[in-house]
């Protein structure tokens, strides 16, 4: 094994001491100097054409600056993907959900925009509204945007190998459906930001954003500024989990707003506008037709999928995808067809969430799993373990699992779990069940067509030597980036935690595509090791001409430069040092040379000292259409083992135990390593048992508070035996690869197999309520 | 109309002037700059905005400003040391507790809040003490562990 000064320890997170104590600072609580607020009027109608719309009310009540709609703002059109741009930043001639944005207003004080907000007068012509997905694409219903006449957003047709052949050869094959319902991010921080458009023609975006680069570029699309000129920055942000992963509204009317009125603009969402913006998990409804021998192997799979899109695409190309693609691994499968369908209708658009297409279709898949399992009498984790793929394994859909520690996993959670003594022998209403599930390491293409890096760094020397910082674009929404960055630029050059100073989630620092599909830790990571591997080089190369010796021969550890042979006399040195440091608190001492001495050599003789690294995937394999959806680097993955009891009375489950272990290739810090697993796992947890939005006939969201939206709380979560598989990833830095969205794969099915453990109830919707599990026990029974 | 109030904040005064409808949220953040007290859905459900006042953990977007005069508040800016944080936020630091931090704030509250009433507090009163803290990064475990860890070093 090798050593490791840094990586690989629990370092606290580096801006766990800003948080604890209330200075670090989030959007909201940023303002400046003759700032004004926004606020937004929106659709009180699910579907509706736009007759007129008077702003002149508005526009003369006193502390009013500037009223916007459509005419203001133009039409450029944007979205996610080039391929579906479907938004204008406000609605022209039609609103399409309860929440579609219309006009925006900037006035001295929120207060006073919200009064003239309701001083807007529009006029609507009401339209039939679709909400219902499977109702939206019949024949000759109302097209929700005129290009897609049968509302079918987007719809994919894949095959690999084929199925109906293989059909022919199962001894066995079963057909299921499952359907979830729409989730909500539920970040506790709602989206803010501030745009100052200044007199130099620079306009400086400051907002709560996974992916200051996407939001960039969005920006200057739509507002027709070069590229340059825009740069967006985020402070803290407080999760995101996925619908921040977009340029949204507000960054786009607060940024129209102050190139307008010349004067900064903040806009914050409600709670409600949280809810209404959504762009989180859509509703996804399953069905599954599953082929397998007699001995448990897997031949095929055939997977039909229907989504609810909302109003807009955003992520819902990628994610129609990911509903096929991710079933591909981790077990062995050489056939495999995906017909997805994703559907527009009059609700908040749906977009992508911790996991994106994947989970509906894993829970879906891995209850499936579970029934063949019993049917076959075969224990169903030992059927996992019988198709798990294994390292250097390509699956029917080109997906390279160039590490995958899956069976150390499975092997893991059944022995951490006691499954062999408890599984088909635990008393009724108490249950145990299994699942796996894996996830990309970083989507292996950005979001718009380009050759662009995916990620650089640079790291830049302090001219007294003593202080390395480095600059990145990486975003860190409270999973860790900053120190997991950290932790890698310190190891790369040799120097102690402390003495690296992060400066990220910039435009201005450099390129990285953000904080979305688990990819910051192998490719920023990437990025900021090669950074520090140049610096450490530069340094080291200046001090081998100073003290001629070779390169080889020296090394950088904890700060001190190690000399392998003899050790020079840096005296003069030194003295030189701290003579130009006269009076500084921390001269060099000791009997080793240190960095920063070594560092300030180096700036002598160049000036700026500065380390560059730079990331991009290589050829990911897979030519077949949508191939880039779900092609990755590296691929995480997870099994876990949950317990559950069920209340026989009410149908009311509570989450006994949980067992995860994650294969993240090699753990950067454990403790946030572990975080992430946790994390996901409340995160399914909630899936699972209780978080649905509903609507109401009208397409309006009738629980869009944290109250009766209900996520997990303390007392809803168990403690989780959380155990870490390093497999060595070749394609990440030191072997890492992803955590934050593998662990939430099994989550929903390991609980759904525990509760028919338990119950004898197989609940094939989400989520498990006690009523709809009472309703379905009284069922079982009357059969 | 605006009405003059006093409020004790972190062992200092403060006299403001305050409309009859504004929150305590409001005023600490707008008012008074203290922006540690985070705002996720002014509507009393998510605990971002907890505070002490009069030794009870409240939501402060749901309390009025003008019920507060006079009485003791402390907010996330009062419960370190100066320099040396309090036994929670150090274990909180330690223990991995804080990942997005927008909760932490109203955590690290009702947490000490908790230990002041009840030293030993088992695992449950813990997680009942937090339920009303709403967090969507941690899955709760490691705050859990944080706690229990400093009613462990602020017993000695
Ligand atoms: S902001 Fe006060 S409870 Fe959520
Ligand atoms: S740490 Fe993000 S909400 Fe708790």
């Given at each position: 094994?090798?050593?490791?000064?840094?990586?690989?320890t629990?370092?606290?997170?580096?801006?766990?001491?800003?948080?604890?104590?209330?200075d670090?600072?989030?959007?909201?609580?940023?303002?400046?100097?003759?700032?004004?607020?926004?606020?937004?009027?929106?659709?009180?109608l699910?579907?509706?054409?736009?007759?007129?719309?008077?702003?002149?009310?508005?526009?003369r009540?006193?502390?009013?600056?500037?009223?916007?709609?459509?005419?203001?703002?133009?039409?450029?059109?944007?979205?996610?993907?080039?391929a579906?741009?479907?938004?204008t930043?406000?609605?022209?001639q039609?609103?399409?959900?309860?929440?579609?944005?219309?006009?925006?207003?900037a006035?001295?004080?929120?207060?006073?925009?919200?009064?003239?907000?309701?001083l807007?007068?529009?006029?609507?012509?009401?339209?039939?509204?679709?909400?219902?997905?499977?109702?939206?694409?019949k024949?000759?219903?109302?097209?929700?945007?005129d290009?897609?006449p049968?509302?079918?957003?987007?719809e994919?047709?894949?095959?690999?190998?084929?199925?109906?052949?293989?059909?022919?050869?199962?001894?066995?094959?079963?057909?299921?459906?499952?359907?979830?319902?729409?989730?909500d991010?539920?970040?506790?921080?709602?989206?803010?930001?501030?745009?100052?458009?200044?007199?130099?023609?620079?306009?400086?975006?400051?907002?709560?954003?996974?992916?200051?680069?996407?939001?960039?570029?969005?920006?200057?699309?739509?507002?027709?500024?070069?590229?340059?000129?825009?740069?967006?920055?985020k402070?803290c942000?407080?999760?995101?989990?996925g619908?921040?992963?977009?340029?949204n509204?507000?960054?786009?009317?607060?940024?129209?707003l102050?190139?307008?009125?010349?004067r900064?603009?903040?806009?914050?969402?409600?709670?409600?506008?949280?809810f209404?913006?959504?762009?989180?998990?859509?509703?996804?409804?399953?069905?599954?037709?599953?082929?397998?021998?007699?001995?448990?192997?897997?031949?095929?799979?055939?997977?039909?999928?229907?989504?609810?899109g909302?109003?807009?695409?955003?992520?819902?190309?990628?994610?129609?995808?990911?509903?096929?693609?991710?079933?591909?691994?981790p077990?062995?499968?050489?056939?495999?067809?995906?017909?997805?369908?994703?559907?527009?209708?009059?609700?908040?658009?749906?977009?992508?969430q911790?996991g994106?297409?994947?989970?509906?279709?894993?829970?879906?898949?891995?209850?499936?799993?579970?029934?063949?399992?019993?049917?076959?009498g075969?224990?169903?984790?030992?059927?996992?373990?019988?198709?798990?793929?294994?390292?250097g394994?390509?699956t029917?859909?080109?997906?390279n699992?160039?590490?995958?520690?899956?069976?150390?996993?499975?092997?893991?959670?059944?022995?951490g779990?006691?499954?062999?003594?408890?599984?088909?022998k635990?008393p009724?209403g108490?249950?145990?069940g299994?699942?796996?599930?894996?996830?990309?390491?970083?989507?292996?293409f950005?979001?718009?067509?380009?050759?662009t890096?995916?990620?650089t760094?640079?790291?830049?020397?302090?001219?007294?030597?003593?202080?390395?910082?480095?600059?990145?674009?990486?975003?860190?929404?409270?999973?860790?980036?900053?120190?997991?960055?950290?932790?890698?630029?310190?190891?790369?050059i040799?120097?102690?935690?402390?003495?690296?100073?992060?400066?990220?989630?910039?435009t201005?620092?450099?390129?990285?595509?953000?904080?979305?599909?688990?990819r910051?830790t192998?490719?920023?990571?990437?990025?900021?090791?090669?950074?520090?591997?140049?610096v450490r080089?530069?340094?080291?190369e200046?001090?081998s001409?100073?003290?001629?010796?070779?390169?080889?021969?020296?090394?950088?550890k904890?700060?001190?430069?190690?000399?392998?042979?003899?050790?020079?006399?840096?005296?003069?040195?030194?003295?030189?040092?701290?003579?130009?440091?006269?009076?500084?608190?921390d001269?060099?001492?000791?009997?080793?040379?240190?960095?920063?001495?070594?560092?300030?050599?180096?700036?002598?003789?160049?000036g700026?000292?500065?380390?560059?690294?730079?990331?991009?995937?290589?050829?990911l394999?897979?030519?077949?259409?949508?191939?880039a959806?779900?092609?990755?680097?590296?691929?995480?993955?997870?099994?876990?083992?949950?317990?559950?009891?069920?209340?026989?009375?009410?149908?009311?489950?509570?989450?006994?135990?949980?067992?995860?272990?994650?294969?993240?290739?090699?753990?950067?810090?454990?403790?946030?390593?572990?975080?992430?697993?946790?994390?996901?796992?409340?995160?399914g947890?909630?899936?699972?048992l209780?978080?649905?939005?509903?609507?109401?006939?009208?397409?309006?969201?009738?629980?869009p508070?944290?109250?009766?939206y209900?996520?997990?709380?303390?007392?809803?979560?168990?403690?989780?035996?959380?155990?870490?598989?390093?497999?060595?990833?070749?394609?990440?830095?030191?072997?890492?690869?992803?955590v934050?969205?593998?662990?939430?794969?099994?989550?929903?099915?390991?609980?759904?197999?525990?509760?028919?453990?338990?119950?004898?109830?197989?609940?094939?919707?989400?989520?498990?309520t006690?009523?709809?599990?009472?309703?379905?026990?009284k069922?079982?029974?009357?059969k | 109309?605006?009405?003059?109030i006093?409020?004790?904040?972190?062992?200092?005064?403060?006299?403001?002037?305050?409309?009859?409808?504004?929150?305590?949220?409001?005023?600490?953040?707008e008012?008074?700059?203290?922006?540690?007290?985070?705002?996720?859905?002014?509507?009393?459900d998510?605990?971002?905005?907890?505070?002490?006042?009069?030794d009870?953990?409240?939501?402060s977007?749901?309390?009025?400003?003008v019920?507060?005069?006079?009485?003791?508040?402390?907010t996330?800016?009062?419960?370190?040391?100066?320099?040396?944080?309090?036994?929670?936020?150090?274990?909180?630091?330690?223990h991995?507790?804080?990942?997005?931090?927008?909760?932490?704030?109203?955590m690290?509250?009702?947490?000490k809040?908790?230990?002041?009433?009840?030293?030993?507090?088992?695992?449950y009163?813990?997680?009942?003490?937090?339920?009303?803290?709403?967090?969507?990064?941690?899955?709760?475990?490691?705050?859990?562990?944080?706690?229990?860890?400093?009613?462990?070093?602020?017993?000695?």
């Amino acid at each position: 094994m090798k050593e490791f000064a840094i990586i690989n320890t629990r370092l606290p997170k580096v801006d766990a001491w800003a948080k604890a104590t209330g200075d670090a600072r989030y959007t909201d609580d940023l303002s400046m100097p003759n700032m004004l607020y926004g606020a937004l009027l929106q659709s009180p109608l699910a579907h509706a054409r736009i007759k007129s719309i008077d702003i002149s009310r508005a526009k003369r009540l006193p502390g009013v600056k500037d009223v916007i709609t459509a005419k203001e703002a133009g039409l450029i059109k944007y979205g996610v993907s080039p391929a579906r741009y479907d938004e204008t930043v406000f609605c022209d001639q039609k609103v399409r959900y309860i929440g579609d944005e219309i006009a925006a207003v900037a006035a001295i004080d929120l207060e006073t925009a919200l009064e003239a907000v309701s001083l807007i007068e529009v006029e609507y012509e009401e339209l039939p509204i679709l909400l219902d997905p499977f109702e939206a694409m019949k024949e000759g219903v109302i097209a929700i945007h005129d290009e897609f006449p049968n509302n079918i957003c987007a719809e994919v047709h894949q095959e690999f190998g084929n199925v109906e052949e293989a059909f022919k050869e199962c001894d066995y094959i079963r057909t299921d459906k499952f359907v979830n319902k729409k989730q909500d991010g539920a970040f506790i921080e709602p989206q803010s930001c501030i745009a100052f458009y200044d007199l130099n023609g620079n306009l400086t975006l400051t907002t709560s954003t996974q992916t200051v680069h996407y939001v960039q570029r969005t920006v200057a699309m739509v507002l027709g500024l070069p590229v340059g000129k825009v740069r967006v920055t985020k402070p803290c942000v407080g999760g995101g989990f996925g619908p921040k992963a977009s340029a949204n509204t507000i960054e786009l009317a607060s940024s129209i707003l102050s190139m307008r009125t010349g004067r900064p603009v903040k806009m914050t969402f409600t709670r409600e506008q949280v809810f209404q913006h959504s762009r989180a998990r859509h509703q996804f409804w399953h069905e599954l037709t599953t082929g397998v021998k007699k001995d448990g192997s897997l031949i095929a799979l055939k997977n039909t999928c229907h989504m609810d899109g909302g109003a807009y695409s955003s992520f819902g190309i990628a994610t129609v995808y990911y509903g096929g693609s991710l079933l591909g691994a981790p077990y062995k499968l050489p056939n495999m067809k995906y017909d997805g369908y994703r559907m527009y209708t009059n609700k908040p658009a749906n977009g992508a969430q911790r996991g994106h297409g994947g989970v509906v279709a894993r829970a879906a898949w891995e209850q499936q799993l579970d029934v063949i399992a019993e049917e076959l009498g075969m224990d169903p984790l030992e059927m996992r373990l019988k198709n798990m793929m294994k390292r250097g394994d390509t699956t029917c859909n080109d997906f390279n699992m160039s590490s995958f520690g899956m069976e150390e996993c499975l092997e893991a959670i059944r022995d951490g779990s006691g499954w062999k003594k408890k599984k088909g022998k635990l008393p009724k209403g108490k249950g145990i069940g299994v699942a796996c599930g894996f996830f990309v390491s970083g989507a292996g293409f950005p979001i718009y067509r380009s050759e662009t890096f995916h990620s650089t760094a640079m790291i830049k020397l302090s001219e007294d030597g003593g202080t390395i910082n480095l600059y990145t674009a990486a975003a860190d929404i409270g999973q860790g980036s900053d120190t997991i960055l950290t932790m890698m630029a310190a190891e790369a050059i040799g120097v102690r935690y402390e003495d690296v100073r992060v400066l990220s989630g910039d435009t201005d620092f450099g390129v990285d595509l953000g904080a979305y599909s688990s990819r910051q830790t192998l490719m920023s990571g990437h990025a900021v090791k090669q950074a520090g591997e140049d610096v450490r080089d530069q340094v080291l190369e200046v001090l081998s001409r100073n003290f001629k010796i070779p390169v080889e021969d020296m090394d950088i550890k904890k700060g001190l430069i190690i000399f392998k042979k003899k050790k020079p006399d840096f005296s003069v040195l030194r003295s030189t040092y701290i003579k130009e440091h006269r009076g500084w608190v921390d001269p060099p001492v000791g009997d080793e040379l240190t960095f920063k001495e070594a560092a300030r050599v180096a700036y002598f003789e160049k000036g700026v000292v500065v380390g560059r690294g730079s990331y991009k995937p290589g050829d990911l394999g897979g030519k077949y259409k949508g191939a880039a959806v779900g092609t990755s680097p590296a691929y995480g993955c997870s099994a876990q083992v949950v317990e559950v009891t069920v209340d026989m009375e009410t149908g009311k489950v509570t989450i006994d135990d949980m067992t995860d272990a994650h294969d993240c290739g090699f753990a950067i810090n454990p403790t946030n390593i572990e975080g992430q697993m946790q994390g996901s796992l409340s995160m399914g947890v909630g899936e699972a048992l209780f978080e649905e939005i509903k609507f109401d006939d009208k397409g309006r969201v009738v629980n869009p508070t944290l109250g009766e939206y209900r996520i997990p709380t303390a007392l809803d979560m168990p403690n989780v035996n959380t155990i870490i598989i390093e497999s060595n990833e070749p394609n990440g830095p030191w072997g890492a690869k992803e955590v934050g969205e593998g662990a939430i794969m099994p989550t929903i099915p390991a609980i759904l197999n525990a509760i028919y453990d338990a119950t004898g109830v197989r609940v094939r919707e989400l989520p498990v309520t006690s009523e709809r599990l009472f309703t379905l026990m009284k069922e079982q029974e009357k059969k | 109309m605006k009405r003059i109030i006093t409020l004790n904040v972190n062992e200092k005064e403060y006299e403001v002037a305050v409309a009859p409808n504004r929150t305590l949220a409001q005023v600490l953040r707008e008012d008074l700059n203290l922006l540690g007290t985070k705002i996720g859905c002014d509507m009393g459900d998510c605990g971002a905005c907890t505070v002490i006042l009069d030794d009870r953990p409240v939501n402060s977007c749901l309390v009025l400003a003008v019920q507060a005069n006079e009485r003791k508040i402390t907010t996330i800016e009062g419960v370190a040391d100066g320099p040396h944080l309090h036994p929670v936020q150090q274990a909180f630091v330690e223990h991995g507790a804080i990942q997005c931090g927008f909760c932490s704030p109203g955590m690290i509250l009702s947490a000490k809040s908790l230990l002041e009433k009840n030293s030993k507090p088992t695992e449950y009163e813990i997680r009942e003490a937090l339920s009303g803290n709403l967090c969507r990064c941690t899955g709760y475990q490691k705050i859990v562990e944080a706690v229990k860890a400093a009613s462990q070093t602020m017993k000695k």
